[in-house]
């Protein structure tokens, strides 16, 4: 057992766990963070996307003790109170969602995406980064619209700050 | 149609839940006192079971239990059913061979549980598990369909001589034969329509609840329809009467067919919580998701279609191998038959059709209904074979689709299935236009100047949806009724709550039968919810599958709601002493047609629960239910066009445009209808182009994670370009036809189309990798 110390949707946390604990464990089973899926445990789905220090990161692939000291954010943690994150607003706008069980993982992932393109996105590029984000439901089709829709309201957002 | 009523493009109620990391999934439940099942699974295809020593697996931390097969026999466990009785043609009911939720003696497939540990988490029950020592004796295995016929292939069930489950025809084989002896030409093709992994992104996930003081159980699963799960669990698994097992399936995480069967996880997790006296869970990883969720598809086929001197289709002959894998899941026995073979007809008018279909077990894992179950194999066949037709008889494949489509309407085909409405024309028309048909030979020139080679697809699908007349599948064998159930509860304050029988894993309900609400009463969707998933809340239903939610549940919905507006209208007419016949329903009020007098809803429903001022003999409240049983299938159809390149040096292909035109009749929420759509053409294109569940001759799978499996990715496929054409469906009052399936019936056909076209040779199977086309490209 060790005992784990993040920060978590900016809130301090120290967790014991066992050594060979995920961080998506740490995040479903210790701290009821139930957002952030698992949906193949071979790193391929991507439904387990969460935020370490700002970066998109399999939370299946990484063992809890590997985010000691880091801040982590997920799906629970983007919307300012009852404002969505721009990107959870265009998934639902674009009905960039069916079954929702991708949904978490996909919208982390495209946060980071927009983040590191700068909002400089087209669809080749969007899909092509997706690559690592498996959703069965949507054809993909919408969730590249809602990821486009939300570059451009992410950049009005930061010019707005 | 109102801004949020039929038709509508209303954005989704559940999806804030979703976005917001707030849904509700059965691996996000956890009960006080819960353990964790890790099941023990055969690393053998075929062997038997000697026995099993769990003593260290006992002695492990954590270690509440270790239950096997035998125990489970022991205690009077049901095994597995299939529900759909299938006849052979010798008059012979079909073969099942015994199939119990843990094998006491026998396994047959790779991934069947022998044993089950339970312990205080999964990561010691998972430890637990590798410490169980299983004794096998291995047996000769077989995977491959056509090997398994051969006389001397390994046997799997006594009960089953040759490995054959059925062989059953349909059709007029003389009709059939005659049109043949007469035929200006004849087009043959094989076929192999690659055996799927649906992959739900969500894996299964059980927990059972027993109270020993009630004797009662409470099971959460991820299922498409917990009432057939509970009626099943009940009637033929033992575990307990219906009356006291409840079963709830909360959000569930995409189903595609693979989550209408009740599985072994699911009986056994409920066995060992009154076993063990606490609540147990179960939660699939992938591999065993790959290794034991039902598969798709896995058909081999010969046809053969004759044409008169005029191109027009003359007759049609299948001969078909279906592969069940090791046992009989819940429903497979009908789809390659009856959701399969009934549409072969496609949207042709085709005077006789004979089709044998002679289903086989291998040491595989057991295959069922996945999204479109037995159409897409039969629309993949008959789009083939037209395509295939145009070329041989040199003519533009879209004007020899014309040539024998289906004008008249009802039209009865020669193989059960009644065609009630319909358009092909309007349809291939659109898509035509959509993708500028005429234009292609000046893109396919100029691509070639390019070094590519550019081909063009179409696929004209129909698919029998809206499932099911009750009578009319009971006497071909189906164990179960297929209609649907539905209550409307309206509320003193004038709120409304909807209970349905059928289920939501992703196809919007919460949204789109509130719109059916909005549009009758006027009242805004935030009024409305729906209840649904929960068979202690909802009294009946059969679950959502088969594109039936709207044409079947929405309709019973709508018989409700036509009997609850009976009563507030009555009620209405008293209030505002007028006559019934007079009230109208407009913008959330009732009026007197005609006046200003009106009465808003929610006084009406307040006056049905104060029960003050009613009628004379009025009962108070206002709650209707409604049992709705379709009187025909559905047609969806509709026309896709794929355009795409191959790159001759590597095989890889590029789309460059794909539309679809479908006519699904009325449209409720153009907006999800649409993402359906778009769903199931990547399953199609997952199918065409990278999917197959893959076995080695002796049966071990190849193909047991994402890292092997080719799922379709972002950048494996294109945006889409779709349109509606509308004849609505005279089968039930809303005219809706149903859209889940359409696009993995249609697409497939589409890309393999396009791929031949292009590189100018017709033999070639999916999935249609890089490897396969380069191969093909250049195979003398």
Known sequence: ???????????????????????????????????????????????????????????????????????ITTIEGIAKGDELHPMQAAFRDNHGLQCGYCTPGMIMSAIDIVQRHGGQLDEATVRHELEGNICRCTGYHNIVKAVLDAAGRMKVAQAAE | MGVE??????????????????????????????????????????????????????????????????????????????????TSKDGSPMKMGAWPAMAPETVRFVGQAVAVVIAESKN??????????????????????QAAIKAGAPQLHPEAPGNQVYDWVIGDESATDAAFAKAANVVKLDVTNNR????????????????????????????????????????????????????????????????????????????????????????????????????????????EMAFDANNKITGLKVKTYANFGAYMSLFSSSVPTYLYATLLSGQYNIPAIHAEVI????????????????????????????????????VDPAQLRRTNFITQFPHQTPVIMAYDTGDFNASLDAAMKAIDYAGFPARKAKAKADGKLRGIGVSCYIEACGIAPSKAVGSLGAGVGLWESAEVRVNPVGTIEILTGSHSHGQGHETTF????????????????????????????????????????????????EKMESKAKKIAAHALEASEADIVIENGEFKVTGTDKAIAFPMVALAAYTAHNLPEGMEPGLKESAFYDPTN????????????????????????????????????????????????????????????????????????????????????????????????CPGNPLGIKGCGEAGAIGASAAVINAITDAIGKNNLEMPATPDRVWRTIHAA
């Open chain 1, 1 to 71: 057992m060790s005992t784990v110390k993040l920060t978590v949707n900016g809130k301090a946390v120290a967790v014991d766990v066992e050594d060979r604990t995920l961080l998506v464990q740490l995040l479903r089973d210790h701290l009821n963070l139930t957002g952030t899926h698992v949906g193949c445990d071979t790193s391929q789905c991507g439904a387990c996307v969460v935020h370490m220090d700002g970066r998109a990161v399999k939370s299946c692939t990484m063992l809890a003790g590997q985010a000691d000291g880091a801040s």
């Open chain 2, 5 to 86: 009523g039929i038709g509508a493009r209303v954005v989704r109620k559940e999806d804030k839940r979703f976005i917001t990391g707030k849904g509700r999934y059965v691996d996000d439940i956890k009960l006080t006192g819960m353990t964790h099942a890790y099941f023990v699974r055969s690393p053998h295809a075929h062997a038997k079971v000697k026995g099993i020593d769990s003593s260290a697996a006992l002695k492990m931390p954590g270690v509440v239990a270790v239950l096997t097969g035998k125990q489970l026999v022991d205690d009077k466990v049901g095994n597995l059913i299939c529900g759909w009785a299938i």
């Open chain 2, 124 to 145: 010691l029950a998972r430890d637990a598990a590798e410490a169980v020592v299983v004794d096998y004796e291995e047996l000769p295995a077989v995977a491959d369909m």
């Open chain 2, 196 to 303: 799927l992994a649906p992959n739900a992104m969500e894996p299964r996930a059980a927990i059972a609840d027993y109270d020993a003081a009630e004797e009662h159980f409470t099971l959460y699963t991820t299922s498409q329809n917990p009432h057939v799960a509970r009626l099943v669990l009940s009637a033929f698994y033992n575990i307990a009467p219906e009356h006291k097992l409840r079963v709830i399936a909360p959000d569930v995480g995409g189903g595609f067919g693979s989550k209408i069967f009740i599985y072994p996880e699911e009986m056994v997790a409920l066995w060992a919580s009154k076993k063990v006296g606490r609540p147990v869970k179960w939660t699939g990883d992938r591999t065993e998701a790959f290794l034991t969720d039902a598969h798709g598809r896995d058909h081999i086929t010969h046809a």
């Open chain 2, 359 to 394: 289903g086989v077990y291998t040491n595989t894992t057991p295959v069922d209904a996945y999204r479109g179950a037995g159409r897409p194999e039969a629309s993949y066949l008959i789009e083939r074979l037209m395509e295939t037709a145009a070329r041989q008889l040199n």
């Open chain 2, 514 to 561: 509130c719109q059916l609400v909005a549009d009758r009463l006027g009242v805004p969707i935030s009024q409305v919810s729906i209840v649904h998933g929960d068979t202690d809340k909802v009294q009946f239903g059969m679950g959502t599958y088969g594109s039936r939610s709207a044409a079947v549940g929405l309709t019973a919905i709508l018989k409700a709601m």
């Open chain 2, 633 to 728: 299938f559905t047609f969806p159809a509709g026309a896709y066009i794929c355009e795409l390149e191959v790159d001759p040096g590597t095989g890889k292909t590029s789309f460059v445009n794909f539309v679809a035109a479908d006519d699904f009749g009325r449209l409720i929420n153009p907006m999800i209808v649409e993402g359906q759509v778009h769903g199931g053409l990547v399953q199609g294109i997952g199918q065409a182009l990278l999917e197959h569940a893959i076995y080695d001759a002796n049966g071990q799978p190849v193909t047991a994670s994402f890292m092997d499996y080719a799922m379709p990715r972002a950048d494996d496929v294109p945006s889409f370009n779709l349109s509606h054409t509308t004849t609505l």
